[in-house]
């Protein structure tokens, strides 16, 4: 992973000596984020019994960070550096007796560095982008499933490598706003291991979409 974003990097320097205007900019904004699961998973530890499904409900979030726009020739390229913020929901249910109903509701919150590169191509006051979005997981979301008897760990995947596309609009040569929709890549990024080692993958992939004001120097 190390190695793909240090050739982003590269690829950045050696075109920035051909670049005829570049400007710096910082930003930020909210996103709507809805996480989806195809399949209804279920945990097992022992004699004890869990399903977990995701609230697809759209969850609101914040990020903001800074910016470079690099253009030649009515194309950019827009790589940033972006803190941001996201909540997760799922009703995890004890299935462990057919009588079992007892359900509850669990959040996890999640911190992330995201390291967009957009290419973008200008139309008139219009810009159209995308491109790559690196995210870096920065802390250690509480576990989903609470249970006494049993010890279940939460693991995520600390990189994840996904896309956006989007368009923004100048204003005033100084203002930016841009409406940008964010998918993932990977498949499973998060996984529930029972006190065995049996892991249990989520395929819960989260979509975003994210608005968001700049201001360039």
Known sequence: MMKKLLAILLVILITIPAI?????????GVS???????????????????????ISNAKYGFHGGAFLRLSLLGVYLQPELLFSTRTNEYVIS??????????????????KLEIPVMVGLRLGPLRLNAGP???????????LITDPNNDYKSLYSRMTIGYQAGISINLLKMLTFSLSYEGSLKKYQNQIENRTGT????????????FSLGLMF
């Open 94 to 111: 004890d299935k462990s007796t057919p009588q079992s109903t007892a359900s509850y509701v669990a959040k996890q919150n999640f911190n």
């Open 20 to 28: 005829s205007q570049i400007k710096f900019g910082l930003k930020a």
């Open 133 to 143: 979005a690196a995210s870096l997981l920065i802390n250690s979301p509480k576990a």
């Open 32 to 54: 709507t984020t809805t996480v989806t699961m195809n399949d209804l998973v279920k945990v097992t530890s022992g004699s004890t019994t869990y399903t977990v499904d995701a």
């Open 199 to 210: 892991k249990f993958n989520l395929d819960d992939r989260p979509n975003a979409f994210l």
